[in-house]
């Protein structure tokens, strides 16, 4: 009969330094996100003012069909954003996670001391709501989509109050979801 194998429980520092390497993963993970976001919507603004601000029709394009165009880009911006949160969630429940796993192991995380039970915090998440990093990077694609909403307002080909009405609803929604995304972890 094949004897299975003692798996050895780590040391307190093996357990630190595989959740440090974990978080710094899900910190580039977060990094590299962010980057393409930012990089995509530079794209897409680009876009979207060189056909706001072009004098001459798309030849390629039906013409019933170009006021559509910059109303078009504005709904890729925003999808764009929305996906890139919703990949930003998952990385912060991961660090959570970690936090956690670590604190179950060390105790919890006292933020007056710098060290506790001879290590250092495995990472710091502020004190108060706006203080903690999941704010920052958050923030961005939600002020981005802010940006997109109002533009696409304005870009729609057919101005009415409902149009508007139906972006300050959009607008709204999505501010509720990000927010109550973010600040539950």
Do not use: C
């Amino acid at each position: 009969m094949a004897t299975t194998p003692k798996i050895e429980k780590p040391t307190k520092k093996e357990l630190f330094q595989m959740i440090r390497d974990q978080i710094q993963h899900e910190d580039g993970l977060i990094n590299q996100r962010l980057n393409w976001l930012l990089l995509s919507q530079a794209f897409l603004f680009a876009a979207f003012s060189t056909i706001i601000t072009s004098d001459k029709p798309l030849n390629f394009i039906n013409l019933a069909i170009q006021p559509w165009i910059p109303f078009g880009v504005t709904i890729i911006g925003m999808i764009l954003n929305l996906s890139s949160f919703a990949g930003l969630r998952p990385a912060y429940a991961s660090l959570k996670s970690l936090r956690e796993t670590w604190y179950e192991a060390n105790g919890k995380s006292d933020e007056t001391k710098r060290i506790q039970n001879g290590f250092p915090q495995v990472t710091w998440v502020g004190r108060r709501m706006f203080e903690r990093a999941i704010a920052t990077s958050t923030t961005t694609p939600w002020v981005v989509f802010t940006a997109w909403v109002l533009l696409a307002t304005i870009t729609f080909p057919i101005r009415t109050t409902v149009v508007w009405l139906a972006g300050i609803i959009i607008w709204i929604i999505t501010t509720i979801y990000m927010y109550v995304s973010t600040f539950r972890n």
